[in-house]
């Protein structure tokens, strides 16, 4: 199986997902302990300590499917735990919140290499302190890695339904890296782009510029998970209201069509009224790029003067 990236860490024993009491027991050995007054794996369920008083707890799940959501052809099964993981913490950057813990479920066949797995889960989950306090394993034809993750935020939350016209929009980094890295692994150059490959294969939630966004009053935000044109659209019609967008910041080594349709980037895009308020948040981060504003006329958005198509990915049903 081609690899994009190393194994890092400790090596631990391969825990087939065979015998699932001592699957289980394996891998509560090797994920960190709860911590005071805390239960975790190995209960019929999480005992927890409760956020910060006065906070709201956010609770968000996604799944990440063998074939649909990764080629394993392209990328390792560790790869695919990362993703599954990133993929609900930004859920969580989305709302300007802190990620708190994940419950993580394993469908697979009896040869999965789960230990490979969760090294890109347990990877995840201690760079961004999310650990994982519990889950299932299930056996499947296919691999399937369904997360639940909560979380925490000190007032209220921010939505994609609050963007007023007049409030500019904002973009906290280049977008189509993602896109373009499966482009080069597709086409079997990924030497030739590894900064690229990397953001495909271990994209990283933007959690810090989330809360940052939120501190300068983000009216509404969203992740660039599905794409951007199409993540944009769900924020501007949730909010009933339309957009211009004078560009967007292409990664280097992106193509123009990958940015704006590509997806997996995870970067946040979100309204603000306040562009010194924007930047004294982001004092520190890398600021955000300034691409638009919202307009009254719902309904309707442009790129550079023409109607901005509803680019992205989208599950049929």
Request: charged share 20%; with cysteine.
């Amino acid at each position: 199986m081609p690899r994009t990236l190393k194994r890092r860490g400790r090596r631990y024993p391969r825990v087939p997902l065979t015998g699932e009491l001592a699957a289980v027991e394996a891998l509560r050995r090797r994920l960190p302990g709860p911590g005071p007054g805390e239960v975790w794996i190995g209960d019929d369920a999480a005992v927890l300590v409760p956020p910060p008083p006065g906070s709201r707890m956010l609770l968000a799940a996604d799944a990440v499917v063998e074939g649909v959501h990764a080629d394993l052809s392209l990328l390792g099964l560790d790869d695919l735990g990362w993703r599954a993981m990133v993929a609900n913490l930004s859920d969580v950057a989305a709302m300007g919140g802190v990620p708190a813990h994940c419950v993580v479920t394993v469908a697979g066949p009896p040869a999965l290499d789960l230990d490979l797995l969760y090294d890109g889960i347990a990877a995840a989950a201690s760079e961004y302190r999310c650990p994982v306090v519990g889950g299932d394993l299930v056996d499947s034809p296919t691999t399937v890695v369904a997360i639940a993750v909560t979380g925490w935020v000190d007032g209220p939350a921010v939505l994609r339904s609050g963007a007023r016209p007049g409030d500019a929009i904002w973009v906290t980094g280049p977008l189509g890296a993602s896109a373009a890295g499966l482009r080069l692994l597709r086409s079997g150059d990924a030497p030739g782009g590894p900064e690229l490959v990397s953001a495909h294969a271990r994209p990283r939630p933007r959690l810090e510029e989330g809360r940052a966004a939120r501190r300068a009053g983000a009216t509404a935000m969203v992740d660039v998970s599905d794409g951007f044109a199409g993540d944009l659209w769900q924020l501007a019609e949730a909010s009933g209201v339309g957009f211009e967008l004078d560009g967007v910041p292409v990664a280097a080594g992106a193509r123009p069509e990958e940015a704006l349709g590509g997806g997996e980037d995870y970067q946040l895009v979100f309204a603000a009224p306040e562009a010194a308020a924007v930047a004294a948040a982001f004092s520190g981060l890398t600021p955000p790029e300034r691409v638009g504003s919202c307009t009254s006329r719902a309904g309707t958005g442009t790129l550079r003067g023409r109607p901005l198509a509803r680019l992205g990915w989208e599950h049929r049903r």
